[in-house]
Structure formats: C-alpha cells, structure tokens
C-alpha cells in the first residue's frame, strides 16, 4: 500500500494521463542545476583573472585591491537577499540572481584599468553572494519537504560545476580572448536559466512542498535571542571551513613547491585532488547524514580535516602532503552544507544569509591569515591552523547537539 500511494502521488492526474515526475524531483533538479550553474560562472572567471590582469595593466597589488570587490559586492547583497527572499520568495529571488550573474561575468572582460575592474567586481561578487543566499534557501526549503538530508548533494553540484568550469575555462584559455569566453558564459548562464528557471517560478513562493506536519524553517516566527545565537554558532562554524578552503586554495601549491621540492605540475595538482576530495564526499553526504546525523557528522567531518591536513601540512614529502590534502576536502565537504542548512532550519532566509555571511568571511581570512603567520613562523606551521579550526568546528558541532533543543533532536537528524 506505501508503494501504491507514491505512485499515485506520481501520477499528475487521472488514468489516462502519462507518468511525470513529482515535483520534489523537478525542483531538486532545477535547484541542482543552478548550483552547478553558479559554480561553472564563477570558476570560469577565475580561470581569466591572469589575463584580464594583463588586459587592465594591473599591478599584483592594484589587482588584489580590485579583486576584493568580488569580496565586498557578496558581504553587502547577502544579507539583503535574506529580506528579499522572505518578502518574495527564494524561488524567483534564485532566477533574478542567475540572470543577473550571467550578465555580471561579461563585465570585468569591458574594463581596462584596475578602479574599473574592481566596481564592476563589486556588481560580479553582488549578484554571486545573493546567488548564494536565494538558493540555499530554496534547498533549506525542499530539504525540509524531502525530509532527507539532501543539502550535501546540492554543493556538490556546485563542485562539480566548478571543475567543469575551471577545465573548460582552462581549455579554451589559448584560443579564445577573456571578451570571448566570458560573452560566452554569459549565453550558457542565460540559457541554463531560462531552461531551470520555469520550474522554481511555478512555485514562487519559495515553500511550496512544505510538509503539513509543520517542520521546515521557522522564517514567519519572531526569532529569540537563542535562536539568534545558535544561528550565530553555526555560521561560525561555516566560517571555519571556509578559511580552509581559502587557505588551500591560495597556499596549497605554494607549500607543496616551496617547502617540499615538488614539481610544478604536481604542485598544481594539490588543490584539484583537494577540491575533488571534497566533491566525492559531498555526492556521500547524504547517505552519510542518514547514517551518522547531522552531529556526528560534523565532529567525524572536523576531526578528519584536522587529521588530513596535520599531515599535508607537516609531511616530508609531496606525495604525504597531497594525501593530507585528499583528506582534508573529503573532511571538510559536508561541514559547510550542514552549518548553512542547520541556520536555515532554525532562521529560515535570514538564516541562511547570516551563516553564508560569516562562511564567506571565513574564506576572506584565510589565505591573508597565512600570509600573516607564514611571515611570523613559516608557511607549514601557519597551515597547521587550518587543522584548529577544523577542531573547532567538530567541538563547537558537537555543543551544538546540546543548544539546538528538542524540537531537532525530535526529529532523528541529530
């Protein structure tokens, strides 16, 4: 009888109409795809930075100054994206931002000196951070309906759209002008869009498989100061994976190369063995969220980042280092999704922009962070912070099994 009733539930009507999928599939697709969407933009534009440098006739400095525009238009949109998606949903929110996003990544291909780079980066970073917030929500929304823990395979989308971006970015590098590539994202960004974006505005409220028994985010709710604090922890916690993902990011071929004598070629290679780590263990996320919860999933998550990286940071050769480094990602993939959801859950939209907030600070402080203590000590010790951190999300993950109360607890998922 349980099989039967989700075959009708299947069904769009009477006997003669053809078998569709439900609409949980459709919108897990259709989030699934802007994810991945909104990670192929923006790796597509790192790929060019060198280039558009070169374009712009930016020194190293004036470069980094401009490029923190990306940095500042995300921080300010974010949390105002919070507001706009309780007041008209997360679901068109989303579309607006995939518009948006594409038409932002031409920009930065138009300019020619380095103060004009960055005010069009700050357009860019604006429409990539409200991005983020809007459909995060949306997935803290479906993930709630679904009642599975499905958050994981979301960001893992976004990893792989990622990789596949930075290798077709990487390709096409030496043939195409970065006018042409990013003309080009901008078309692919427009048509992904108008492709997935019908599916989301079908439903613009943002909340429409919201389960009658009442659970998903508290966002209509007046938020308590314990709320507010428990928000708070969980963005910090976000926080801490980030600033490892910024620091590997930015340092991690550096030490392989520099402290360890490895080639360029396999120095190289540190960062995408990482960042592949990370997606494999976010396509697990969910099976192992289903199996661990949600706290045992953080602390297993920490301790195993704070474990791989001692050991890719303090290793006697490259091929230890890189190992670390593997570990490090599949440690670290799921922490991030689960924060960012967790906030989500207890704040609805508000939420999600003030953890992703904190989060994205979190890869701000990072690779300057390295740089600060790399000069003070050296750079394997400073990357020994990375393994604190990490530590410290699995602790402050494990109290905040003790914080969250019972109504989460209630429902199995810590």
């Known amino acids: 009888m349980p099989q039967l009733n989700k075959l009708r539930t299947a069904l769009p009507g009477g006997p003669g109409d053809t078998i569709a999928a439900p609409p949980s599939t459709r919108l897990r697709t259709a989030l699934t795809v802007f994810f991945a969407l909104d990670g192929f933009l923006f790796a597509g534009w790192v790929v060019r930075i060198p280039a558009i440098k070169q374009q712009t006739g930016a020194s190293a400095s004036t470069l980094g100054l401009a490029l923190l525009g990306v940095s500042a238009g995300a921080v300010i949109t974010m949390m105002l994206t919070g507001r706009l998606c309780r007041r008209f949903g997360s ?178 290679a540190g960062y995408s063995l990482f960042a592949l780590a990370m997606t494999a263990g976010r396509l697990s996320g969910t099976a192992l969220l289903e199996r661990l919860g949600q706290t045992r999933t953080l602390v297993v998550g920490g301790g195993t980042a704070a474990a791989g990286m001692l050991l890719g940071s303090l290793a006697p050769n490259a091929w230890l280092a890189l190992a670390g480094f593997a570990v490090t990602g599949l440690g670290l993939a799921n922490i991030f999704p689960v924060a960012v959801g967790r906030a989500g859950e207890l704040a609805g939209p508000g939420g999600v922009a003030a953890a992703s907030t904190l989060g994205y600070g979190g890869m701000l402080l990072g690779p300057p962070a390295i740089g600060f203590l790399t000069d003070w000590f050296s750079l394997p010790t400073a990357l020994t912070t990375v393994a604190v951190l990490a530590l410290a999300a699995a602790a402050l993950g494990y109290g905040a099994r003790h914080a969250s109360g019972s109504g989460t607890a209630a429902r199995g998922v810590l």
């Open 91 to 268: 679901h068109p929110v989303t579309v607006v931002c995939g518009v948006l996003l594409s038409l932002s990544i031409a920009l930065p291909a138009r300019t020619h000196s380095a103060l004009a780079l960055g005010l069009v980066l700050l357009v860019f970073g604006g429409a990539y951070g409200a991005m983020n917030v809007a459909m995060n929500s949306a997935a803290v929304d479906l993930v709630a309906a679904l009642r599975r823990p499905v958050m994981p395979s979301f960001h893992a989308a976004f990893s792989l759209g990622g990789m596949i971006g930075a290798g077709l970015g990487g390709l096409v590098a030496g043939g195409l002008s970065p006018s042409a590539h990013l003309l080009c994202l901008t078309a692919v960004g427009l048509l992904v869009t108008a492709l997935a974006g019908p599916v989301l505005l079908r439903h613009p409220s943002g909340t429409p498989l919201r389960s009658s028994a009442g659970h998903g985010p508290a966002a209509s709710s007046p938020l308590t100061g314990r709320t507010r604090r428990l928000v708070l922890l969980f963005g910090v916690i976000a926080l801490c994976t980030a600033y490892g993902e910024g620091a590997l990011a930015d340092w991690g071929a550096l030490h392989l190369e520099q402290d360890l004598d490895a080639h360029p070629g396999v120095a190289a």
